[in-house]
């Protein structure tokens, strides 16, 4: 990019911006970071008056940055329209889920106490043909099986 030179320079003829030989060695690109005066170009360039087209062009940078301003905005609404929905539907489906639990444990509930109610206790007595010196020994077979209770729920 070629840079004219500063405003009122002796140097500033048609011929300085065509021959870059020519041109203002006051220009930052032509100065060293080190250099002293480098701060003298700044103050000088703020004191040019800016033009129309400057204007213009700063005037559309800001139209074009509300623009993309509003799409966002309006990208962000309805993203927020959209959580609020899906947020909505996760809340009915833990409602849901909720009084489907809910329904579940009173059923499991009703199961056990009907369960404990109808439990049957079966006693069995095991009775032995032949028990070896049984009477003798005094030993009736009962001492060998004692009487068990069967836990059996339906």
Known sequence: MLHLP??????????????????????PSAM??????????RRQRLQVPLG???RQQQLQRAMNTLQRMKVT?????MKTKRMKKSHKKAK????????????????SRHALE??????????????LLFCPGGSAAGLSP???FPRTSLNISF
Request: proline share 4%; net charge negative; glycine share 0%.
């Open 6 to 27: 500063e405003y009122n320079s002796p140097s500033c003829s048609s011929t300085s911006i065509l021959d870059p030989l020519k041109r203002d060695l006051t220009h």
């Open 32 to 41: 060293s970071e080190t250099e002293p005066h480098r701060h003298l170009w």
């Open 52 to 54: 129309v087209n400057f």
């Open 73 to 77: 905005a309006a990208a962000m609404k």
């Open 92 to 107: 009915v489906a833990l409602r849901r889920m909720e009084a489907e639990y809910t329904k579940l444990r009173a059923e």
């Open 114 to 127: 009907e369960s404990e109610r109808t439990q049957v206790y079966y006693d069995t007595t095991v009775t």
């Open 142 to 144: 009962v001492d060998y």
